[in-house]
T-cell receptor, first 113, second 114 residues
Framework: AQSVTQLGSHVSVSEGALVLLRCNYSSSVPPYLFWYVQYPNQGLQLLLKYTTGATLVKGINGFEAEFKKSETSFHLTKPSAHMSDAAEYFC???????????FGKGNQVVVIP | EAGVTQSPTHLIKTRGQQVTLRCSPISGHTSVYWYQQALGLGLQFLLWYDEGEERNRGNFPPRFSGRQFPNYSSELNVNALELEDSALYLCVSSLGQGTVYGYTFGSGTRLTVV
């Protein structure tokens, strides 16, 4: 079965600094990968996704992620953090066997002024 | 286009009671997934319905059940509530079988069991 690993449940970043959230996946087939963001008391919103093609994927709110097959990674970055980026971020991969998305544990991002 | 609608948004129940949560998917979407998001446990898959049938369920006891109606809306029922059932319950709408189409999340129902 496909799965993802996100390390570090809480991530603190200074306003204006680089945001880097790590995601490693496990998949025996070419993966479809997703990043979602969740603001307090809301559902998850799609940030970006990788299916095929270009390995650098650009998403909303200035985020991007790079698919690296050799490292089985799909890390999320944003060059300059904004206070509005404070939220929880989830990496996910399609679990083909169960026909659903498998989510990582999430990263709670805190932006320090 | 209306998004995924969940009701109620919040509710408080007493241990041992029963609760029903409701979800209306995006128009034209036939698949509905339910996830439980309890504090510190991430998103746990509960149930998947497609075309009115239960297609898969996660590792939850039978007191968690649901159904999907002909209009593709869905209900999640939880019987004999326990304190640990306190969580945000998220409904997810998808265009069809195969999540390559992507998920659209509702805003969730916050259930508190006291």
């Amino acid at each position: 079965a496909q799965s993802v690993t996100q390390l570090g449940s809480h991530v603190s970043v200074s306003e204006g600094a680089l945001v880097l959230l790590r995601c490693n996946y496990s998949s025996s087939v070419p993966p479809y990968l997703f990043w979602y963001v969740q603001y307090p008391n809301q559902g998850l919103q799609l940030l970006l996704k990788y299916t095929t093609g270009a390995t650098l994927v650009k998403g909303i709110n200035g985020f991007e992620a790079e698919f690296k097959k050799s490292e089985t990674s799909f890390h999320l970055t944003k060059p300059s953090a904004h206070m509005s980026d404070a939220a929880e971020y989830f990496c996910a991969v399609i679990d083909y066997g169960n026909n659903r998305l498998a989510f990582g544990k999430g990263n709670q991002v805190v932006v320090i002024p | 286009e209306a998004g995924v609608t969940q009701s109620p948004t919040h509710l408080i129940k007493t241990r041992g009671q029963q609760v029903t949560l409701r979800c209306s998917p995006i128009s034209g979407h036939t698949s509905v997934y339910w996830y439980q998001q309890a504090l510190g446990l991430g998103l746990q898959f509960l149930l998947w319905y497609d075309e009115g049938e239960e297609r898969n369920r996660g590792n939850f006891p039978p007191r968690f059940s649901g159904r999907q109606f002909p209009n593709y809306s869905s209900e999640l029922n939880v019987n004999a509530l326990e304190l640990e059932d306190s969580a945000l319950y998220l409904c997810v709408s998808s265009l069809g079988q195969g999540t390559v189409y992507g998920y659209t999340f509702g805003s969730g129902t916050r259930l508190t069991v006291v």
